[in-house]
């Protein structure tokens, strides 16, 4: 009766190529060689980081470094003059080539709408481009401030 409250017991499958007639073979057991895991040192050296299961582009330093190589963010890595400037021509030249055409072709041709609808939009391209690089920096500071890193 307790034999019949258990599940019957199932056995591997195991491919025979070649039936033997004679003496039964030996079953050949695996080896494996362990594998320790090294953990990462505490003093700065960069030995035994290879152990990390996180995949390399999505280490947080990695990423820090493709995002301080990238065009717009690299901009906030510089001199505070050359990061404005850079705003400002990047502001222009939405306000000139988009803003511009958008607001003559909105209606009203007068100079004063005209030079609203490009001022608007110039100053919106820079608000849109400071908060993206401010979301990309503050995401990759919290990856690289937290203790564990999410891998995706």
């Known amino acids: 009766m307790a034999a019949s409250l258990h599940a019957p017991r199932l056995l591997p499958l195991l491919p025979n190529p070649t039936p033997s007639l004679g003496r039964p073979r030996r079953r050949q057991q695996r080896r494996f060689a362990p594998v320790a895991a090294v953990p990462p040192s505490r003093n700065g050296s960069s030995a035994g980081t290879d152990w990390c299961p996180v995949p390399p582009d999505q280490r947080p330093v990695n990423e820090y470094e493709a995002l301080a ?84």
């Open 69 to 152: 190589a990238s065009l717009p963010f690299s901009w906030a890595a510089g001199d505070l003059r050359v990061y404005c400037s850079r705003l400002a021509f990047t502001g222009a030249a939405f306000a000139l080539f988009v803003g511009l055409p958008v607001a003559a072709f909105g209606g009203r041709g007068d100079a004063v709408h005209l030079a609203l609808g490009a001022t608007g939009s110039g100053i919106l391209a820079v608000t849109l481009a400071v908060v993206r690089m401010y979301l990309g920096w503050a995401y990759v500071g919290n990856r690289l401030l937290s203790a564990t890193v999410e891998c995706e």
